[in-house]
């Protein structure tokens, strides 16, 4: 019930993409609407969009909170990575000098399942986020069961937000709020302070 596989290979444009992301994941439709151009989504690619690193890309953070992964090919073969385990630091990857990204997959939302993701920029359109955030969250009763939740512009990297998720599973919304500064110490430059930064992802 609901684990169906979604693949995409690294050349699919966002154009390509998007009825496929967006019946899957409703969320998506409005904040995909604001990646880039038309002419960007008509270009680019999610692939290009991880491959390069950025810790304000709009859609690793979405990846993460999804818990893709990642499928690297070289001579030698392919491996399989966490999407997460991808960014090692600033504009650094895990991939070999001979490894180019072949696609990422991720599952559909299960049956009780919720996903949400927005961003902040300077511009509401065409605009690069300040800070991005994805969540999904497993509920059972009215209560979050699990939780997986991301965010760029943060961090060197898209990062999980591992102390944010444990508050929020055992102490609820607003200590979740609370925890971010546990999980980022964002720096400020003239997309907006780390102080900003800090408030923007608690709400």
Not at 179 to 198: C, K, M, S, V
């Amino acid at each position: 019930e609901g684990k169906e596989e979604i693949t995409l290979g690294a050349a699919v444009t966002y154009t390509r993409a998007t009825p496929v992301l967006t019946k899957a994941f409703p969320a998506l439709r409005p904040y995909l609407s604001r990646l880039g151009s038309r002419q960007i989504r008509n270009l680019g690619t999610i692939g290009g969009n991880v491959g390069t690193a950025s810790p304000i890309g709009d859609m690793p953070p979405v990846l993460i909170a999804l818990a893709a992964t990642v499928t690297l090919a070289s001579v030698r073969g392919t491996r399989v990575l966490p999407l997460e385990k991808v960014f090692e630091g600033y504009r650094k990857t895990a991939l070999a000098p001979d490894e180019v990204i072949l696609g990422l997959s991720m599952r559909s939302l299960s049956a009780g399942e919720v996903f949400h993701c927005d961003k902040v920029s300077k511009r509401r359109d065409q605009d690069i986020s300040t800070v991005a955030a994805a969540y999904r969250l497993r509920m059972k009763g009215g209560k979050v069961m699990d939780a997986r939740i991301a965010f760029g512009g943060m961090a060197a990297t898209p990062r999980r937000a591992t102390h944010v998720e444990a508050a929020l599973l055992k102490d609820g919304f607003a200590a979740a709020a609370a925890a971010i500064p546990e999980d980022f110490q964002p720096i400020d430059d003239w997309r907006g302070t780390g102080a900003y930064r800090l408030q923007v992802a608690g709400n």
